[in-house]
T-cell receptor, first 115, second 109 residues
């Protein structure tokens, strides 16, 4: 049972480089999310998608973009990485159906360091 | 603004009981979640409260008072494996989750 798979697990990146974090789920969940987690702060929502073909901005979307071409995949792209984007990134999914917040299932996280 | 407050760190003894509090101020309320996160791992779901009262699930219980903007997570018969961070999150009027910074629970033998 895979659940949610994120790649890479860890990455060191030079500032200014482009980076895509991959996220794939096999639970056929409608909703998917990208969060960042920084020490001393709660999880912060970057972008979300309620269903395939739609995306929305979260609390901290600047510098990030997402796409949802199909149900399973939800990649997060940093167009030009900056050191403040150093963080642990979690992808999550839920079986929510608009107007509801279901239990979130998280991937194992991607630790990104921007130098 | 929206805010979730929980203690940064707590220490308890193996076999004892610990209560982790969470207070919240959000624009609307559509439920409160507790998640457990072991160091270096992903958060995992523990409980969900949308009505006032106590929800019990094995050694873990979660309480909610909507009028007070308050919840607690109660862990009984503590085990060393319960050492983890416990995250409180509230779904606001748009069903977006607002997360607390988490409470790191240290269990001592």
């Amino acid at each position: 049972i895979a659940g949610i798979t994120q790649a890479p697990t860890s990455q060191i990146l030079a500032a200014g480089r482009r980076m895509t974090l991959r996220c794939t789920q096999d639970m056929r969940h409608n909703a998917m999310y990208w969060y960042r987690q920084d020490l001393g702060l709660g999880l912060r929502l970057i972008h979300y998608s309620n269903t395939a073909g739609t995306t929305g901005k979260g609390e901290v979307p600047d510098g990030y973009s997402v796409s949802r071409a199909n149900t399973d995949d939800f990649p997060l792209t940093l167009a030009s990485a900056v050191p403040s984007q150093t963080s642990v990134y979690f992808c999550a999914s839920s079986d929510s159906s608009g107007g509801d917040t279901g239990e979130l299932f998280f991937g194992e996280g991607s630790r990104l360091t921007v130098l | 603004g929206q805010n979730i407050d929980q203690p940064t760190e707590m220490t308890a003894t193996e076999g004892a009981i610990v209560q982790i509090n969470c207070t919240y101020q959000t624009s609307g309320f559509n439920g409160l979640f507790w998640y457990q996160q072991h160091a270096g791992e992903a958060p995992t779901f523990l409980s969900y409260n949308v009505l006032d009262g106590l929800e019990e699930k094995g050694r873990f219980s979660s309480f909610l008072s909507r009028s007070k903007g308050y919840s607690y997570l109660l862990l009984k018969e503590l085990q060393m494996k319960d050492s983890a961070s416990y995250l409180c999150a509230v779904a606001d009027s748009n069903y977006q989750l607002i997360w607390g910074a988490g409470t790191k629970l240290i269990i001592k033998p």
